[in-house]
């Protein structure tokens, strides 16, 4: 139901990392690490211009590297990765990428989601679902995995649910929709298609609801269970785990924002970096 409605709204799941090659495309999502798909695209013309091939990468150095890619997240350590990733391919592999997540997993700069994008797009293998950030917010977020800390249980998680043959449209379905609408600091959750069935927005619903009325000249937070003000909360830890803003004296969640009236309260939701 949920990844229906998301098939909806995305006609073109996706990456959006721009390439023409394996080579090209192992490139590219090596960069992508912890950065966006628009800045790798924005580096990947002039170093494939200057190194078309696993060969050509494989025969210069880092640091010449470093001075095209230096706009990317750890250019640095990234500039090491690609050469020593050529130079394995040109060395082990004859040149060839290989295709299996275990072989590619050996390649420097490549750790199990990376290899697990590669294999997947390049390759076609039924078996990757990658788990980057995106997916890992929004499966937890709506639902699709309960409580799954880890990429890797993400991945475990949404297995089970998701039948096999689909895994490599959900990986993109799920980044898109997190890169465009279930963004990690402000869901746009008026605008989404799986609204009817997000743990994330039926919890946020359920928060209390605002008071009016509340003096901020009396004290930064408000505790609505003995109905006083105070400046310096202590924090709790909710059912969930979720650490809350807690009353000093009666050690209540009941807590609001006096300058906004708003709850205290926030809703369990999950990152990595
Ligand atoms: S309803 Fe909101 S939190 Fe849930 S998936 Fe949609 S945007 Fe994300």
Not at 37 to 53: C, G, S
Not at 177 to 194: E, I, L, W
Not at 237 to 264: E, F, W
Request: glycine share 6%; aromatic share 6%.
């Amino acid at each position: 139901m949920v990844i229906d409605a998301l098939s909806n709204v995305i006609s073109r799941p996706e990456t959006e990392l721009r390439f023409a090659s394996e080579y090209e495309l192992i490139v590219a999502v090596i960069l992508s690490a912890q950065c966006t798909d628009a800045r790798v695209n924005l580096v990947t013309p002039e170093l494939f211009k200057a190194w078309p091939t696993f060969e050509a990468l494989a025969a210069t150095t880092s640091g010449e590297v470093v001075k095209i890619i230096a706009s990317i997240s750890y250019p640095n350590n990234k500039a090491k990765h690609l050469v020593g990733m050529a130079s394995m391919v040109m060395s082990r592999y004859d040149g060839k990428l290989p295709e299996d997540q275990v072989s590619l997993m050996k390649l420097p700069g490549v750790g199990r989601k990376t290899a697990q994008v590669v294999s997947s797009v390049a390759f076609g293998d039924p078996d990757a679902l990658p788990v980057d950030t995106h997916v890992f917010r929004v499966a937890n977020r709506i639902g699709l995995v309960e409580g799954a800390g880890t990429p890797l249980k993400v991945e475990r998680g949404l297995k089970r649910v998701i039948p096999r043959g689909d895994w490599g449209r959900v990986h993109h379905l799920l980044i898109l929709h997190g890169r465009y609408t279930c963004t990690a600091r402000s869901p746009d959750c008026s605008n989404c298609a799986v609204t009817h069935a997000c743990k994330y927005y039926e919890a946020v619903q359920r928060l209390p609801k605002p008071i009016q009325g509340l003096d901020p000249a009396k004290g930064a937070y408000y505790c609505a269970t003995r109905r006083h003000y105070f400046d310096r909360p202590i924090s709790r830890s909710d059912r969930t785990g979720t650490m809350q803003i807690a009353c000093p004296k009666c050690h209540s969640m009941n807590v609001y924002l006096s300058r906004s009236g708003l709850t205290a309260k926030i809703v369990r939701d999950y990152r990595i970096d």
